[in-house]
């Protein structure tokens, strides 16, 4: 790799913690970049004060390496630190998921820091975000889905220092907690009671290649009231390992996709390939087009927002995001 082009205004952070900012990394990069602009955080508040210098100095573009929950913080800390427009965001695959690194085409850092240095070989996007709690993500879920990230948190923390902790990060990890533990433990009761309603402009329902059908869901009127598995939404098709969970997510503008699952986690999981490919046409999944909906629950159930675990929640607003943010995304 040559060395970067010192005149454009870029820098790069990445979290040192990320499972793949190695030491061997670390040095190819720094080998590569001015000084000045590779930043290695050490935590959440360390990548805040950052991102803030990097705004107050006038960088254009900040590349973020490691998972969502990485490039999740740092959208939000470039929209908090920022008076206008925030610096345009690329995505550096370092991180487990990468729903956002696989949808932004990102491959490796090495070769994508390279791209960036021709036009031809990316494009700047506008990517909407969904706000919740003053939060933006691209991505957030309730229920099973979320139940399965606190089981795979939970195995990766009952690894640690374990010969075989290695196999139960990533993908292996992720579905050893789904089988052998969200599954099992959702056998009695897979379902949750649920009401969600229209809270922003006219709603419609998604049809299964992805048009509108029936007639539009009025400001106010419930979109859905019954039991679910999972509440979910997005604007990028991505969920995490390149699941296709919202193969609607872009399909209409100034709106995102939400899905509500009726399925039980048994039959997600006889349909798991399909459902990862996007090409799942099930009843028990119910799809919408929509700008802010409000989900209430019965009882207070598990959230993950961006692939991260964020606790439990008994209701939630849902909104697109009033401004995009801007982001690399590669040829």
Same mark, same amino acid.
């Given at each position: 790799m040559s060395a970067l082009n010192n005149e454009l205004n870029y820098d790069v952070v990445l979290n040192r913690n990320a499972g793949r900012v190695t030491p061997a990394l670390i040095e190819q990069l720094q080998s590569q970049l001015p000084a000045d602009r590779l930043h290695l955080t050490e935590s959440l508040l360390h990548s805040r004060e950052v991102?803030?210098?990097?705004?107050?100095?006038g960088s254009e573009t900040i590349f973020a390496g490691g998972g969502d929950g990485t490039i999740v913080d740092v959208i939000n800390g470039l929209h908090e630190f920022s008076e206008g427009t925030p610096p345009t965001v690329g995505v550096l695959r370092l991180g487990t998921g990468n729903a956002l690194a696989y949808w932004l085409n990102s491959s490796t850092p090495v070769a994508d820091l390279n791209k960036w240095q021709s036009p031809h070989s990316h494009s700047i996007i506008e990517a909407n975000m969904i706000e919740a709690e003053d939060t933006l993500f691209p991505f957030a879920g309730l229920g099973m889905d979320a139940a399965v990230l606190n089981d795979y948190n939970r195995v990766k923390r009952a690894a640690k220092y374990r010969w075989y902790s290695p196999m139960m990060k990533g993908m292996p990890g992720y579905l050893w907690a789904g089988y052998l533990h969200t599954? @099992?433990?959702? *056998?009695?009761? @897979?379902?949750?009671?649920?009401? *969600?309603t229209n809270a922003g402009r006219p709603a419609f329902a998604i049809g299964p290649t992805g048009s509108e059908v029936g007639e539009p869901i009025p400001t106010g009127g419930v979109l859905f009231e019954g039991m679910a598995s999972t509440v979910t939404c997005a604007t990028t098709p991505y969920y995490g390992y390149k699941m296709k969970m919202f193969p #609607?997510?872009?399909?209409?503008?100034?709106r995102f996709q939400l899905r509500v699952v009726t399925m039980t986690p048994l039959q997600i999981a006889q349909h798991i390939y399909s459902a990862w490919n996007g090409?799942?046409?099930? @009843?028990?999944?119910?799809?919408y087009y929509v700008d802010k909906v409000q989900v209430e629950f019965e009882e207070t159930i598990p959230y993950q927002l961006g692939g991260e675990a964020t606790?439990?929640?008994?209701? *939630?607003? #849902?909104?697109?995001?009033?401004? @995009?943010t801007k982001m690399v995304s590669f040829h």
């Open positions: 991102l803030q210098e990097c705004v107050e100095k599954l @099992p433990n959702h *056998i009695k009761k @897979p379902k949750y009671a649920v009401r *969600i #609607f997510a872009t399909g209409r503008k100034g090409e799942l046409r099930h @009843p028990g999944l119910l799809d606790g439990y929640r008994k209701e *939630i607003t #849902f909104s697109l995001a009033k401004n @995009p």
